[in-house]
């Protein structure tokens, strides 16, 4: 029932259809119990444990693969992963209402060369946060919020993509495998996942949004809660269409 109405706990599914839990889950459901003996509702109960789930996930590739061991990576270029990426942007510009999104950029100088891009984003999105080695948190009048990251972190590897609206749910992010002196920027490879299924989705929100609290302090009330959707279920029709639409953009950038 939990499952079916909180989207909560994500266990594993195997291929029988039957689930397989984790100790993590164990943990997380004690604590959902602990919560309502202590007086609150399910709902908020299983939002606050979310919450404090998320705030522990070091970057959104490794919360993901944590979380969403069923999801398989794949290794792109560079130039791969750019035309997936601007896909799922094109998609979502065009479909999503009031979507929140979230994008990993690595590095400032990378975010700027999208910038124009991020900010027509931003115009009509609830939220728009994006992360790199920004030298300290901003909030542009007519763009993304910026959010600095420590070049210690994990997230500082990454390249992410999140958006997350009613009826319109795609995600992606790559780690960027380690190579002494790559020959050039189409020499680089990442390790990455995508998926347009609601809950995998929302687990990537969820993700994000706890590193957003994380690193930015003035954040308080200025986010959503750690469930901002209404629960949902696989994949609609809609949804894979969109996975459609997606795959033909990034075939036509690549052509």
Do not use: N
């Amino acid at each position: 029932m939990w499952e079916r109405r909180h989207s909560f706990p994500t266990p594993e599914r195997l291929a029988s259809g039957h689930r397989r839990y984790r100790e993590r889950d164990v943990e997380l459901v004690s604590q959902v119990v602990r919560e309502r003996e202590a007086g609150l509702s399910l709902a908020a109960a299983i939002a606050r444990v979310r919450d404090s789930a998320a705030v522990s996930e070091p970057s959104i590739f490794a919360g993901l693969r944590r979380r969403r061991p069923e999801l398989q990576p794949i290794v792109l270029s560079k130039r791969t992963l750019l035309a997936l990426s601007h896909a799922i942007e094109d998609e979502s510009c065009a479909r999503a209402e009031r979507p929140l999104l979230f994008a990993a950029f690595q590095r400032e100088r990378f975010y700027r060369q999208s910038e124009r891009r991020w900010r027509d984003f931003a115009r009509t999105a609830k939220l728009a946060i994006v992360f790199a080695d920004f030298k300290r948190a901003r909030t542009p009048a007519h763009g993304p919020v910026e959010l600095p990251i420590d070049r210690a972190e994990p997230l500082t590897r990454e390249w992410a993509v999140v958006c997350e609206a009613p009826g319109h749910a795609v995600c992606l992010a790559g780690l960027e495998l380690p190579s002494a002196r790559p020959r050039s920027e189409s020499a680089r490879r990442f390790e990455v996942v995508w998926s347009v299924e609601p809950d995998v989705v929302r687990t990537a929100t969820q993700v994000c949004l706890g590193l957003a609290r994380r690193s930015w302090p003035a954040s308080a009330g200025r986010l959503p809660g750690d469930d901002p959707m209404p629960p949902s279920g696989p994949p609609s029709e809609q949804q894979l269409r969109l996975a459609a639409a997606i795959a033909t953009r990034t075939l036509g950038r690549l052509g």
